[in-house]
């Protein structure tokens, strides 16, 4: 059996990886347009390569996709966090997971990620075309003809499609001339710019546990936040960008996001941790008593947007003191003008639809012997190892080739 891959990244790989096991007397070739392989893979996680997440609950593991939140439970129970767990320990990548669940190989450098994935190709005898792209795919009777950018044509028994997710639509025309329906590509997974706002000027803050919302939309989310130079990013506002791609696209990336500091959704129970607070420090500078583990920074610069001077003594503060510094805490409001990629990933909510793949094999429903793996479908994940397990996940199933 001769089985073309499209695409060298993760999704890519693990769809060669599986297809050889899988088929061991087949032909397997990898054709990526590019000079490099695994790019992405490359630059994940800050170099470090978040490969998946230590989530070992399915359903749990599934609601981390605002896109194939359903298919995905299924597919999970085929291979999952654990599987990926097993896979790269067994072939000699040790892993670890962090406090926040993101797991990293030991060596903290994504290319032990690569050197595995690599050595085990070569191992199984997976060959390589790079800089080779794809113009078209024929059906041809029982097989499927690759015509390539340079214009030559070879026949194939499967196809496994893992190009990866694009921002451009056009890069999808080719498979919806095959007669796949397409959904829109737009960016998810992306950080607030706020040129407007002084806030920027505590960049470097991290404040733990914030609640966040959308004005106007049911869109909220909760988690860390980190002020960045430009703006608002950490995986409250990432989290909140995925589930709300389509929605903040449609308005033009210029919202206003409300934030709640203290991560307490009971106003009532915020203003009574200011109460206590009051009665048992009454003597102390409100700068030097600070509730809910905000930062000192942050501390401050909510008293100044409350108009509370921080000299003040929390004895002071009054009733109508207390009631602005709990409007403050709980609804803190500011205004998004635009996005900026998260770091060099980028990541993509739209592709080829759910509804054109029979996610239990991963086939295609519109063309025999075609299958997808990868962010090429309309799958994405939020931050934390998300996006590389449904690579793992989609191309583990695609290269079964049932």
């Known amino acids: 059996m001769r089985i073309a891959i499209i695409g060298g990244g993760a999704a890519g790989f693990f769809s060669a990886l599986s297809a050889k096991e899988h088929h061991p007397n087949s032909s397997v070739v990898i054709f990526e347009k590019s000079q490099k392989v695994l790019a992405k893979v490359k630059v994940s996680g800050g170099g470090r390569c978040n490969v998946t997440n230590g989530t070992s609950y399915i359903s749990d593991l599934a609601k981390g996709y605002p896109r194939g939140e359903k298919q995905l439970k299924k597919a999970f129970s085929e291979f999952n966090t654990r599987n990926t767990w097993e896979w790269f320990e067994s072939r000699g990548v040790s892993l670890y997971a962090q406090d926040d669940n993101r ?40 097989t499927l003809e690759l015509t390539f950018t340079d214009g030559n044509s070879t026949i194939f028994d499967k196809v496994i499609i893992a190009s990866g997710g694009s921002p451009n639509r056009a890069s999808f025309d080719w498979l919806e001339q095959l007669g796949h329906k397409i959904e829109e590509p737009v960016p998810s997974l992306f950080t607030f710019n706020m040129p407007t706002e002084t806030i920027k000027d505590l960049m470097g803050v991290v404040v733990e546990n914030t609640l966040v919302s959308i004005q106007g939309t049911k869109l909220k989310s909760n988690g860390p936040l980190l002020i960045t130079h430009w703006g608002m990013s950490g995986p409250a506002i990432l989290k909140l960008s995925a589930f709300g791609a389509r929605v903040l696209h449609g308005m033009k990336y210029e919202f206003r996001v409300s934030v709640n500091w203290s991560g307490e959704q009971n106003n009532e129970l915020v203003m009574n941790s200011l109460i206590e607070i009051t009665n048992t420090n009454p003597n102390k500078l409100v700068a030097n008593v600070r509730p809910f583990g905000i930062p000192e920074r942050m501390w401050l610069f909510l008293l100044e947007r409350s108009d509370i001077p921080s000299t003040k003594k929390w004895s002071e503060m009054g009733k109508k003191g207390l009631n602005k510094l709990v409007n403050t805490l709980t609804n803190d409001e500011y205004e998004v003008k635009g996005k900026t990629t998260f770091k060099e990933e980028f990541v993509t909510c ?38 590389f397990q449904a690579a793992w996940t989609t191309g583990f199933i695609a290269g079964k080739l049932k």
């Open 103 to 142: 797991v990293f190989p030991k060596s903290n450098d994504s290319q032990s990620i690569i050197d595995c994935l690599m050595k085990e190709c070569g191992r199984l005898g997976i060959a390589f075309k790079l800089g080779t792209g794809i113009r078209l795919i024929k059906e041809v009777d029982d």
């Open 350 to 387: 739209g592709g080829v639809s759910l509804e054109s793949v029979n996610f239990n094999t991963m086939e295609s429903l519109v063309c025999k012997n075609l299958y997808f793996a990868g962010e090429v479908l309309d799958i994405d994940g939020i931050t934390g190892g998300y996006n």
